[in-house]
């Protein structure tokens, strides 16, 4: 690959590489959204109750959250192609696993393997086209694995349900394999070794474990806050408030911490850090609450539901890679603060909607407001990593999906509760909700539409509080050989 940063063009080989570093996204991303449709047939399947069958959901999302910083660490000091690699076999035999499971037990822990691997693909993902790629392609190959996460997140529901009706809910997990040998075995031909960032660093153990417990307590929390358990909720909010304290306390003192602190008084790096959880924060609350709009108040059916949804993922699919390459051209910070406001316009237009609302005008809505987080996405994990040194780039990559995934628990529990405000408890129960008038429920949905638009906005804010830098194109930074 050549060196000169004023190329715009991605090589074959410069592609394969993004190609099989995005197969990984592509699979995290489908599996956080493939289970959900089948988990009634999982239920049935081995005869337990709803609440229990949810931990195939919660098991994976909390093992995940919690160990993509130690995934990059480790990375770091072992090599980015082997540990994503092992990564990789470590998710696909979880898979399989999964597809075979004679109980619910076994399920559970075959997902929480499952999700080690997928801690591990994620975690690397940017910071290895960021070390593989140069500069000047940053922004485009970050684009392209965007919107093969998209992708997957997108096609989860829709693949899952597909393959639960035609054979069984094992399929979705057996679906993975195929996928899974073919990037391996082309990644062990295409990833280039290169040396270690770290090797004779150490594994934070204690950080690792302190922040395991916070992340893990914190999604706990939020996914059982607004369930039948909510003193028990609030508990594990608490413990995580603890032992996040405990990390922050230990890591400034570690002589080789977890995440390097001092990274956050760039300001840039802090800020559009936060701006991640932000726009996956009003995302993942729009994509938690429109099925309810539109099942509840328009009264159409929940497949059909779903196609309309496709919208917004849609729009994230278009714009994500055309984003990125354009970031690389003309700099970040434009690109994010004009899919920061196309957002904010897009929730204005959802805010207004009725039950007289075509599903043709909701349709476009929800497609802006994916077109909006698809331009800001890319060119925000673009500009978070270009913030760090080369020796925090594995950390920095592994922190930008804690506060991915953070964003979307965070949005899906604060979204709810604002609806829970908004129209009562009864939201809280769909059967219930059903009682309620359609004039409450719209007001219930216009609260959390405006209250995601603030979000957008509050992200625009902090933009503004960002220095603009010289394109990645235009950047001295040099690129890796290939």
Same mark, same amino acid.
């Given at each position: 690959?050549?060196?000169?940063?004023?190329?715009?063009?991605?090589?074959?080989?410069?592609?394969?590489?993004?190609?099989?570093?995005?197969?990984?996204?592509?699979?995290?991303?489908?599996?956080?959204?493939?289970?959900?449709?089948?988990?009634?047939?999982?239920?049935?399947?081995?005869?337990?109750?709803?609440?229990?069958?949810?931990?195939?959901?919660?098991?994976?999302?909390?093992?995940?959250?919690?160990?993509?910083?130690?995934?990059?660490?480790?990375?770091?000091?072992?090599?980015?192609?082997?540990?994503?690699?092992?990564?990789?076999?470590?998710?696909?035999?979880?898979?399989?696993?999964?597809?075979?499971?004679?109980?619910?037990?076994?399920?559970?822990?075959?997902?929480?393997?499952?999700?080690?691997?997928?801690?591990?693909?994620?975690?690397?993902?940017?910071?290895?086209?960021?070390?593989?790629?140069?500069?000047?392609?940053?922004?485009?190959?970050?684009?392209?694995?965007?919107?093969?996460?998209?992708?997957?997140?997108?096609?989860?529901?829709?693949?899952?349900?597909?393959?639960?009706?035609?054979?069984?809910?094992?399929?979705?997990?057996?679906?993975?394999?195929?996928?899974?040998?073919?990037?391996?075995?082309?990644?062990?031909?295409?990833?280039?070794?290169?040396?270690?960032?770290?090797?004779?660093?150490?594994?934070?153990?204690?950080?690792?474990?302190?922040?395991?417990?916070?992340?893990?307590?914190?999604?706990?929390?939020?996914?059982?806050?607004?369930?039948?358990?909510?003193?028990?909720?609030?508990?594990?909010?608490?413990?995580?408030?603890?032992?996040?304290?405990?990390?922050?306390?230990?890591?400034?003192?570690?002589?080789?911490?977890?995440?390097?602190?001092?990274?956050?008084?760039?300001?840039?790096?802090?800020?559009?850090?936060?701006?991640?959880?932000?726009?996956?924060?009003?995302?993942?609350?729009?994509?938690?609450?429109?099925?309810?709009?539109?099942?509840?108040?328009?009264?159409?059916?929940?497949?059909?539901?779903?196609?309309?949804?496709?919208?917004?993922? #849609? !729009?994230? %699919? *278009?714009?994500?890679?055309? $984003? =990125? +390459?354009?970031?690389?051209?003309?700099?970040?910070?434009?690109? /994010?603060?004009?899919?920061?406001?196309?957002?904010?316009?897009?929730?204005?237009?959802?805010?207004?909607?009725?039950?007289?609302?075509?599903?043709?005008?909701?349709?476009?809505?929800?497609?802006?407001?994916?077109?909006?987080?698809?331009?800001?996405?890319?060119?925000?994990?673009?500009?978070?990593?270009?913030?760090?040194?080369?020796?925090?780039?594995?950390?920095?990559?592994?922190?930008?999906?804690?506060?991915?995934?953070?964003?979307?628990?965070?949005?899906?529990?604060?979204?709810?509760?604002?609806?829970?405000?908004?129209?009562?408890?009864?939201?809280?129960?769909?059967?219930?909700?059903?009682?309620?008038?359609?004039?409450?429920?719209?007001?219930?949905?216009?609260?959390?539409?405006?209250?995601?638009?603030?979000?957008?906005? #509050? !992200?625009? %804010? *902090?933009?503004?509080?960002? $220095? =603009? +830098?010289?394109?990645?194109?235009?950047?001295?930074?040099?690129? /890796?050989?290939?």
């Amino acid at each position: 690959m050549s060196e000169n940063s004023s190329s715009q063009k991605m090589s074959p080989k410069d592609l394969m590489i993004v190609i099989v570093i995005a197969l990984g996204s592509f699979m995290a991303g489908l599996d956080a959204t493939i289970v959900n449709i089948a988990l009634p047939a999982i239920a049935k399947s081995f005869d337990v109750s709803t609440v229990a069958v949810s931990w195939v959901l919660n098991a994976y999302l909390i093992i995940l959250v919690s160990l993509l910083l130690a995934a990059s660490r480790l990375g770091d000091m072992k090599g980015y192609r082997n540990i994503f690699l092992g990564g990789f076999a470590l998710f696909t035999l979880g898979s399989a696993l999964c597809g075979l499971s004679p109980t619910l037990d076994i399920l559970i822990l075959s997902r929480m393997l499952q999700a080690v691997g997928g801690a591990v693909i994620s975690a690397l993902g940017a910071v290895m086209v960021t070390s593989y790629l140069s500069a000047s392609l940053r922004g485009q190959a970050l684009g392209i694995v965007a919107m093969f996460t998209m992708l997957g997140a997108a096609l989860g529901p829709v693949v899952g349900g597909f393959l639960t009706s035609a054979f069984s809910w094992q399929y979705i997990f057996l679906v993975n394999l195929p996928v899974g040998v073919v990037a391996i075995i082309l990644g062990m031909h295409i990833l280039p070794r290169l040396d270690p960032v770290t090797p004779k660093a150490r594994m934070d153990n204690t950080g690792t474990v302190l922040v395991f417990v916070a992340l893990g307590t914190l999604i706990f929390g939020l996914t059982t806050l607004e369930g039948a358990a909510p003193f028990l909720g609030a508990v594990a909010l608490v413990v995580s408030g603890v032992f996040w304290i405990l990390f922050f306390l230990f890591e400034r003192r570690a002589n080789e911490p977890l995440i390097n602190l001092s990274l956050f008084a760039n300001r840039g790096y802090s800020l559009q850090n936060i701006n991640v959880m932000l726009i996956q924060m009003a995302m993942a609350g729009v994509m938690v609450i429109m099925p309810f709009y539109l099942e509840m108040v328009k009264k159409i059916p929940a497949d059909d539901a779903g196609t309309i949804l496709l919208a917004l993922p #849609i !729009g994230m %699919i *278009l714009t994500a890679p055309l $984003a =990125g +390459k354009i970031s690389d051209v003309i700099g970040t910070k434009k690109p /994010i603060i004009t899919g920061f406001a196309l957002c904010t316009v897009a929730l204005f237009f959802l805010s207004t909607i009725s039950g007289h609302t075509s599903v043709g005008h909701i349709a476009v809505y929800l497609f802006l407001l994916g077109a909006g987080t698809g331009i800001a996405f890319s060119p925000l994990n673009s500009a978070v990593m270009g913030e760090c040194p080369v020796k925090d780039r594995g950390s920095t990559s592994g922190l930008v999906k804690v506060m991915t995934n953070l964003g979307s628990s965070l949005g899906v529990a604060t979204v709810m509760l604002v609806a829970t405000v908004a129209a009562g408890p009864k939201l809280a129960k769909v059967s219930s909700a059903h009682a309620l008038s359609a004039a409450d429920l719209a007001g219930a949905f216009d609260a959390t539409f405006l209250f995601c638009m603030a979000l957008e906005i #509050i !992200g625009i %804010i *902090l933009m503004l509080a960002v $220095a =603009g +830098k010289e394109p990645t194109g235009e950047s001295s930074e040099p690129g /890796i050989g290939i």
